[in-house]
Nanobody
Framework: QVQLVESGGGLVQPGGSLRLSCVAS????????MGWYRQTPGKPRELVAA???????NYADSVKGRFTISRDNVKNAVQLQMGSLKPEDTAVYYC?????????????????WGQGTRVTVSS
C-alpha cells in the first residue's frame, strides 16, 4: 500500500507565507505527477499546482506568481511554498500522487490522496 503524509498547514495572516510538505511511502515504482488540490465547503476539489517527474509544473491561475511547487524524487516528496496569501486561499489542502507500482509483473497506476491539511488565512 501507499500512504501520503502531509504537514505544514495552519493559521496565517493575509500577505503571509506557509510551506506544505507531503511524503509518500510504501511500495512505489514511480510517481508522476504529484500535486496539491484544495477544497472549501460546498465546492469541488480544485487543482492548485502539479509537478511531473521531470519538474514540469502547472498552476491554477489564481495562485500563479504566489505559490511554488517542488519535489524530491528520491524522497517521493512534494512541497508547496505559498506566499502573498489571501483570505480566499483558505481551504483544506490535499496532496495527490499518481503512483506507479509493480504488481505481479504489471505496472499499475493508482491515484492516492493525503488526509488533508487546513490552511486558514485571516487577520
Amino acid at each position: 500500500q501507499v500512504q501520503l503524509v502531509e504537514s505544514g498547514g495552519g493559521l496565517v495572516q493575509p500577505g503571509g507565507s506557509l510551506r506544505l510538505s507531503c511524503v509518500a511511502s510504501g511500495s512505489i515504482f514511480g510517481i508522476n505527477p504529484m500535486g496539491w488540490y484544495r477544497q472549501t465547503p460546498g465546492k469541488p476539489r480544485e487543482l492548485v499546482a502539479a509537478i511531473t517527474s521531470d519538474e514540469t509544473t502547472n498552476y491554477a491561475d489564481s495562485v500563479k506568481g504566489r505559490f511554488t511547487i517542488s519535489r524530491d524524487n528520491v524522497k517521493n516528496a512534494v512541497q508547496l511554498q505559498m506566499g502573498s496569501l489571501k483570505p480566499e486561499d483558505t481551504a483544506v489542502y490535499y496532496c495527490n500522487a499518481h503512483v506507479q507500482r509493480v504488481v505481479g509483473g504489471a505496472l499499475i497506476r493508482t491515484d492516492y490522496w493525503g488526509q488533508g491539511t487546513r490552511v486558514t488565512v485571516s487577520s
